[in-house]
């Protein structure tokens, strides 16, 4: 019976993962365990102990989770006894890190929306050097026009409303029904088709939503589902997605949209 040991100097462990076919992959790991005049044969093995968490696939290309821990390509084993462990401080130290680095990306990336929503509602025949010395607004209804009073040192004019920056298109799961390869990488399902069969399949409840301080929102229950998933796979944040659905920060907030359908 071939031997299970881990073929680790110092580890008596048994079970774990075969060496890659890739000779030059195979080679790091060979190098890295410290046994460069050793050869591996089909049945050696590097047990689970000697590989980081990050190492691990978390999902497969469906975004489901793997039944087995399987390796990223490319990995190379990096813990042993003889590798020196991080200290307690070092380990909160790296988190601080982390979470210091994800928070400006998420702010910078918020300053970035704003930014081009900016550039969106701003009116490009305005001069921000004008000093508007009074602005009346009528209200703008089908060829009604919004009247503005005279300006300084700029001649007094009619602009109709329905010519100023048309309204942003929402996303909605309208949009993807016919392309399945954007319904796989927001939601992990195959298809439109899949994406409602899971929401039917919760039952009457998933139209009878409830909301936090009775607010209904007005995305319709298939595009709440599919805004829902996005958050739960892509790990969106509520301004992204406020963003990309066309509503408000406070309004996605303000949805029970953490997978919890209930009646």
């Known amino acids: 019976m071939p031997s299970t040991l881990c073929s680790v100097p110092l ?30 044969t089909a049945h050696s093995i590097v047990c689970q102990k000697h590989f ?39 380990v909160r130290r790296e988190s601080r890190l982390t979470c210091r680095k994800k928070l400006i990306e998420n702010i910078e990336f918020k300053e970035k929306l704003a930014s081009q929503l900016n550039e969106v509602i701003r009116d490009p025949s305005c001069d921000s050097n004008v000093i508007c010395e009074e602005v009346c607004v009528t209200s703008c209804h089908g060829d009604t026009e919004t009247n503005i009073p005279q300006l300084s040192g700029v001649p007094q004019q009619s602009i109709n409303c329905e010519t100023q920056t048309p309204p942003r298109k929402r996303f909605s799961i309208e949009d993807c029904m016919q392309d399945d390869s954007v319904i796989q990488f927001y939601t992990g399902l195959d298809n439109y088709t899949d994406v409602i069969f899971v929401l039917q399949s919760l039952g009457p409840a998933a139209y009878s939503l409830k909301y936090l301080y009775n607010y209904t929102e007005q ?45």
């Open 219 to 263: 995305l319709n229950i298939e595009n709440q589902f599919f805004l829902t998933l996005i958050k739960l796979r892509q790990h969106r944040t509520n301004f992204e997605l406020g963003f990309l659905f066309g509503i408000s920060e406070f309004s996605v907030t303000n949805m029970d949209n953490m997978g919890k359908f209930h009646g």
């Open 11 to 40: 580890c008596a462990e048994r079970g774990g993962h075969a060496f890659p076919r890739n000779e030059m992959w195979k080679k790091q790991w060979i190098d890295a365990i410290k046994r460069d005049k050793w050869k591996p």
């Open 52 to 90: 980081k968490e990050s190492d691990y696939l978390v999902e497969t290309h469906r975004g489901t989770s793997p039944l087995h821990r399987r390796l990223r390509k490319g990995v190379i084993p990096s813990i042993f006894a003889w590798t020196k462990s991080p200290t307690l401080s070092a």
